[in-house]
């Protein structure tokens, strides 16, 4: 079955520092997605990105953060001067029609 | 986005049927309606979408009535494994945004 990527699955930086979250879609899907989810709390939407740009943000997603689609098969997500409220998982989502989420991307800020 | 309402948990013993109710009372013509099952520390899994009467797969079933002002997913002879949090959504599937509420806990005993 097709999966989506994300890669690392532990990230740990310094507060102030950037980070770049990395996902491989599903290769025939053709909206992509970042979610958030704090410990414990819900799943919150980021941003989704159609036909090489963006398509729709939350206000979360605010100039601190920025996508990207560098080649035919990665979809970055990076987070500049990191918080420590940053700290949470991240999942990327792609889709044809349901959602298919990988398995996410732990970030630690300190 | 239409919002829904589910029931914050559920509790249930293996082998028993386990159904979860969502009301979605404004859904919208184009919406459709889909279920995530989500294990701690991972990302939502896509179990099933329906648009209106059943729809049955290899995992759940749903069913949604004429007036699709509810939905409810059947899960048949849960086990342990079926411990996750379920989450009901509804909306264009073509490229929307997914708005998660808290979900509905599942805990399934032995």
């Known amino acids: 079955e097709p999966e989506v990527t994300q890669t690392p699955s532990h990230q740990v930086t310094q507060m102030g520092q950037e980070v770049i979250l990395r996902c491989v879609p599903i290769?025939?899907?053709?909206?992509f997605y970042w979610y958030r989810q704090i410990l414990g709390q819900k799943v919150e939407f980021l941003v989704s990105?159609?036909?090489?740009?963006?398509?729709?943000k939350s206000e979360i997603f605010d100039d601190q953060f920025s996508v990207e689609r560098p080649d035919g098969s990665n979809f970055t997500l990076k987070i500049r001067s990191t918080k420590l409220e940053d700290s949470a998982m991240y999942f990327c989502?792609?889709?044809?029609?349901?959602?298919?989420f990988g398995s996410g991307t732990r970030l630690t800020v300190v | 986005l239409a919002k829904t309402t589910q029931p914050i948990s559920m509790d249930s013993y293996e082998g028993q049927e386990v159904n979860i109710t969502c009301s979605h009372n404004?859904?919208?013509?184009?919406?459709?309606i889909t279920w995530y099952q989500q294990f701690p520390s991972q990302g939502p899994r896509f179990i099933i979408q329906?648009?209106?009467t059943k729809v049955t797969n290899e995992v759940a079933s749903l069913f949604i009535p004429a007036d699709r002002k509810s939905s409810t997913l059947s899960l048949p002879r849960v086990s342990l494994s079926d411990t996750a949090v379920y989450y009901c959504?509804?909306?264009?599937?073509?490229?929307?945004?997914?708005?998660f509420g808290k979900g509905t806990t599942l805990s399934v005993s032995s």
């Open positions: 989502a792609s889709t044809l029609g349901g959602q298919t």
């Open positions: 290769s025939n899907h053709l909206y």
């Open positions: 990105f159609y036909n090489n740009e963006i398509s729709e």
């Open positions: 404004n859904i919208a013509t184009n919406d459709y």
């Open positions: 329906g648009y209106k």
């Open positions: 959504l509804v909306g264009d599937s073509a490229g929307t945004a997914l708005i």
